[in-house]
């Protein structure tokens, strides 16, 4: 069966410190994965998305930036990171089978940047 | 473009009594739609979903919705509510093609009072 794994659960970091979120998946290959972030009151705003190796689209301008480098492995990163950038971190997988687009989550990051 | 619309943002109510969520979507094409729930500090889980067929859907934990095409809505329902209930509730919409991203609206806080 398909799982994805998202680490870490909390992270707290200062301001200006860089971040590294990782997400994989098992049990498919070639998965459209998707990093949305979830503000408090604000629903689930869409970052970035791929649909393969090497292959990232970006929804909104940012702080941050993704990476795919292998099949089934996404990485959301920042170099610099901003108060704005707290929020819990929602990484995802994209069926597109016969039961349509329904997507698959892994646990979040609670990220807190003091 | 499609977009998603709850239209209540908070919703208490007493244990055993009825709950109706509310969700409105907007699309040019044909969309499946999905309820998600989302307990604290944890990801997403599906809830039920709307592909094609019968309109009234049930889903996990006695959940049920009814799209409705003439009003593009498809609303939450359950019958009696325990207090294991209360979470976020997200109203999500794709298109057929599963071309674009599951669309979220920004989600319906149900509280359960005992």
């Known amino acids: 069966s398909q799982t994805i794994h998202q680490w870490p659960a909390t992270l707290v970091q200062p301001v200006g410190s860089p971040l590294s979120l990782e997400c994989t998946v098992e049990?498919?290959?070639?998965?459209?994965l998707y990093w949305y972030r979830q503000a408090a009151g604000r629903g689930l705003q869409l970052l970035f998305y791929?649909?393969?190796?090497?292959?990232i689209s970006s929804e909104v301008p940012q702080n941050l930036s993704a990476s795919r480098p292998q099949d089934r492995q996404f990485i959301l990163s920042s170099k610099k990171l901003l108060l704005s950038d707290s929020g819990f971190y929602l990484c995802?997988?994209?069926?597109?089978?016969?039961?349509?687009?329904?997507?698959?989550f892994g646990q979040g990051t609670r990220l807190t940047v003091v | 473009a499609q977009s998603v619309t709850q239209l209540d943002s908070q919703v208490p109510v007493f244990e055993e009594a009825p709950v109706e969520l509310r969700c409105n979507y907007s699309?040019?094409?044909?969309?499946?739609l999905f309820w998600y729930v989302q307990y604290p500090n944890q990801g997403l889980q599906l809830l039920l979903k709307?592909?094609?067929?019968?309109?009234l859907v049930k889903g996990i934990n006695g959940f049920e919705a009814e799209f409705n095409k003439s009003q593009t809505s498809f609303h939450l329902r359950k019958p009696s509510v325990h207090i294991s209930d209360t979470a976020e509730y997200f109203c999500?919409?794709?298109?057929?093609?599963?071309?674009?991203?599951?669309?979220f609206g920004k989600g319906t806080r149900l509280s359960v009072i005992a």
């Open positions: 049990g498919t290959s070639n998965p459209n």
């Open positions: 709307y592909l094609s067929g019968s309109t």
């Open positions: 995802a997988w994209i069926s597109k089978g016969h039961g349509g687009a329904e997507a698959f």
């Open positions: 699309s040019s094409v044909s969309v499946y």
């Open positions: 999500a919409v794709s298109d057929h093609a599963g071309n674009t991203p599951l669309v």
């Open positions: 791929s649909v393969g190796i090497g292959q």
